[in-house]
């Protein structure tokens, strides 16, 4: 009798592939409840660390308690991080994979990710800059009121904060916003729904309300710039993960912005 030829298994098939994770539908091991409360979880988190906080600064008799509130956004916005990574962790054990399998490969052999990263971060910032300039001059009419300012303002901060956002905030908040987005929501949507722009559609719309929770502003104008702006950008950042599968160098990128933004809030 002749020896079986014993089965290797396929290296190449990474967990968070479309393939295996299109398996892991077919076997009801994904369903549409993971996704759809991960892409809601950062925003209602934002939404309701910053009331928490306005309320403790309404009991002490702050004025100003909703605005002032808003600018911890990026102290408090690791707690939304560490939310995200503890939903994370358990929908994709529920599914048998690592939480770092969303990552997908990363090469650093001569720094390839990183150079890509950077290189991304050098075409896509144009674009996530004119796009919210475009839309604060449609609806302002011009840039003298523009809705940065609810952002870029001067705040009482003490220092360690500042100094906490422009050295660490970024690290854990960039790397966890496109987990949760790309890494796994939208292959996961995609598999869901079979069809690549409908999860395209959701994942951004629900990426972007996020954007509107930084901090949130009671301002019709302010909020629409924030859902709108920032959508040529991010369509470009999915289209490029849809393309690679790999999460690595759009952190990298992710990672740029987050630290010109802090900064620029540290020293307005």
């Excluded at 690595?248 to 992710?254: F, K, R």
Aim: proline share 5%.
């Amino acid at each position: 009798m002749a020896n079986a030829t014993p089965t290797i298994p396929d290296i190449s098939v990474q967990p968070n592939s479309q393939e295996s994770i299109q398996a892991r539908v077919n076997e009801g091991r994904i369903s549409w409840t993971g996704p759809l409360l991960l892409i809601a979880t950062r925003p209602f988190l934002f939404f309701s660390i910053q009331a928490l906080i306005a309320i403790v600064l309404v009991a002490t008799h702050h004025r100003g308690a909703w605005h002032l509130a808003g600018g911890w956004w990026n102290v408090y916005g690791t707690g939304v991080d560490l939310g995200c990574l503890v939903s994370l962790r358990y929908f994709t054990r529920r599914e048998g994979i690592r939480l770092r399998d969303l990552l997908g490969p990363i090469r650093l052999r001569f720094g390839r990710d990183l150079f890509v990263g950077l290189g991304l971060f050098a075409v896509t910032a144009p674009v996530f800059i004119g796009g919210s300039v475009a839309t604060e001059v449609l609806l302002y009419g011009s840039l003298s009121r523009i809705p940065a300012a609810f952002l870029m303002q001067k705040h009482a901060l003490p220092v360690w904060a500042l100094v906490y956002s422009v050295t660490f905030w970024w690290i854990l908040s960039s790397a966890t916003e496109e987990a949760t987005y790309q890494g796994y929501a939208l292959p996961r949507l995609q598999a869901l729904t079979g069809r690549t722009w409908t999860a395209v559609l959701v994942v951004a719309f629900w990426w972007n309300l996020q954007h509107c929770m930084l901090p949130l502003v009671f301002d019709w104008k302010y909020l629409l710039v924030r859902l709108v702006g920032f959508i040529p950008g991010i369509f470009i950042f999915m289209l490029v993960y849809l393309r690679t599968r790999r999460l690595a160098p759009l952190i990298v990128a992710h990672w740029c912005m987050d630290i010109v933004g802090a900064v620029m809030a540290a020293v307005w």
